[in-house]
């Protein structure tokens, strides 16, 4: 029980963390629109080099973001953060967040699975809004495109494992569909899914936003998978994920024996 309810206040301010760290990415979409307000495709290819110099100076200042990328209706790149001048022939139609937010009941803000980039290896997952504002004269509400930036999951497993905890625990950043963005430590790529009978989908089904269950961590080196563990979960502000925080049972009990044992010797 004490575990439960340590590990449980963990799990919201994991939460808090990840929502601040979220709403950080959104407003970087909201200044990359009012940048670009009132601005066509065209107009943006034509003062790429100017509009990627801008973006580029605002990354250092943008907590945890990769890159920045602006892409047409289409999928097709307009200007970048780090990348200049944008590859004209690669497309982004097939991503997620593409068919995500060109749907008619698209969210105000999504995010993505886990990608690695190629050939850079770079690992990251997407946030992204719709383009507003732009200057290609299309009805209200129309969808005109996407802002998206790439987050890595390193630095934001980097600030879970700041905020503390016992060594074993593991904490991670999941989608309401099963899908893992972030886990401490660190990952190399994308990690299993969370499989369907979990409870952490029934609980995501029935709209909880907070609880407790026994599991396991996927993803984790063979000495570690096997290891039941107590699992407390706390949705993220509003949107379809979740932080968890995974300890060991194992561990659980040693701190359990290690207490009872000063006890007897007293």
Known sequence: SAA?????????????????????????????????RGLGDAEVRAREAELHAVLRARLPRMPLVQTIYVLDRDGR????GHLHPVPRSASFADREWMGSLAAP???????????????????????????????????ENAFDGVVNVAVSP???????????????????????????????????????????GSPLHAAAAAGETRGTY?????????????????????????????????????VIIARWRDTVLRQLAI
């Open 4 to 36: 439960e309810r340590e590990m449980s206040r963990s799990a919201e301010a994991g939460g808090e963390y990840a929502l601040r760290v979220l709403e950080a990415q959104r407003l970087a979409i909201d200044a990359v629109n009012d940048l670009l």
């Open 77 to 80: 790149a307009l200007v970048s």
């Open 105 to 139: 009941d698209a969210p105000p803000f999504h995010v993505s699975r886990v990608f690695v980039e190629k050939p850079e290896q770079n690992v990251f997952f997407g946030a992204s809004a719709r383009r507003e504002g732009t200057g290609n004269g299309l009805p």
């Open 154 to 196: 390193d630095l934001l497993a980097a600030g879970f494992a700041a905020l503390g905890g016992e060594p074993g625990d593991v904490t991670a950043l999941i989608r309401a569909d099963g899908a893992i963005l972030v886990r401490t430590p660190g990952v190399s790529g994308p990690l299993p899914m969370i499989p369907e």
């Open 214 to 250: 026994m599991g396991r961590t996927l993803g984790l080196p063979p000495d570690q998978a096997g290891q039941t563990r107590l699992i407390a979960f706390r949705r993220v502000g509003d949107l379809p994920l979740y932080v968890t925080m995974a300890r060991p049972t194992p």
